[in-house]
């Protein structure tokens, strides 16, 4: 039976402070990994480098794409900014009211019409609802309608070519950083999803060529690194 089990373990995480059972996400490249549904929860004081530099950069009116349980609207909220949290979890929309956020937007990014921001944010490889390199050139393409003038796209990706040399597994036809995921929790699954990891080359091509400036922000030893773009004027 497939529901949103993401959801349900916020839920429980947020009721209880704690799972009894973890949050699994299954993966097109190696055994099941427990997602730290803590993470999701995290004070200002546990954000990392790259997430602070992140938040800095914000500017205007924010859009939180992928906002999960709110901690980063929330922070941005206590800054004074104009922000709003999108997700397409339900379940995660009542946790971010629950916990205070004040604007909080369930649906689908690509979906979303009419609405303008200066900065969309996108945090903890948020970036990855495009799903497939197709997908990221659509969702460049859709990010330009919601984008005021001086508007702004953050957000942070990964390297994940290792991955294949540590789990020894043949790289796919496709380009290696589109992966197959589908979350595990108690006894019921999620519908399957594909996610999209971009290396820096790769993603400065598209951008390039979509008409996008980039600059890479931040770059930490573990391959992932923070990006700001805009439309090229």
């Known amino acids: 039976m497939n529901s949103d089990v993401y959801g349900e373990a916020l839920h429980d995480y947020f009721q209880d402070g704690v799972l009894s059972s973890p949050l ?74 629950q916990r205070g956020v004040q604007q909080v937007i369930h649906g689908d990014i690509l979906e979303l019409q009419d609405q303008r921001y200066d900065t ?42 290792y991955l294949y040399e540590d789990y020894n597994v043949p790289r796919p036809a496709h380009y290696f950083g589109e992966i197959g995921y589908q979350y595990g929790y108690k006894s019921r699954r999620g519908e399957p999803f594909k996610w999209l990891y971009l290396d820096q080359k790769t993603l400065i091509q598209i951008a390039h060529e979509e008409n996008w400036v980039v600059q890479i922000v931040f770059e930490e030893e573990s391959e992932q690194y923070l990006v700001r773009m805009e439309p090229r004027k």
């Open 24 to 97: 699994l996400i299954h993966n097109t490249y190696g055994e099941p990994e427990e997602m730290p549904v803590e993470a999701f929860f995290r004070t200002a004081d546990e954000f990392p480098e790259l997430e602070f530099i992140a938040l800095s950069l914000c500017d205007g009116k924010v859009l939180d794409v992928g906002a999960g349980a709110g901690s980063h609207a929330l922070y941005l909220q206590r800054q004074g900014f104009d922000v709003s949290a999108l997700d397409v979890s339900a379940i995660a929309c009542r946790i971010m009211q």
């Open 120 to 161: 969309l944010l996108f945090l903890m490889n948020g970036i990855g609802l495009a799903k497939t390199v197709d997908g990221f050139r659509a969702l460049l393409t859709h990010c330009k309608t919601l984008l005021t003038g001086r508007g702004q796209l953050i957000f942070d990706s990964s390297d994940i070519s």
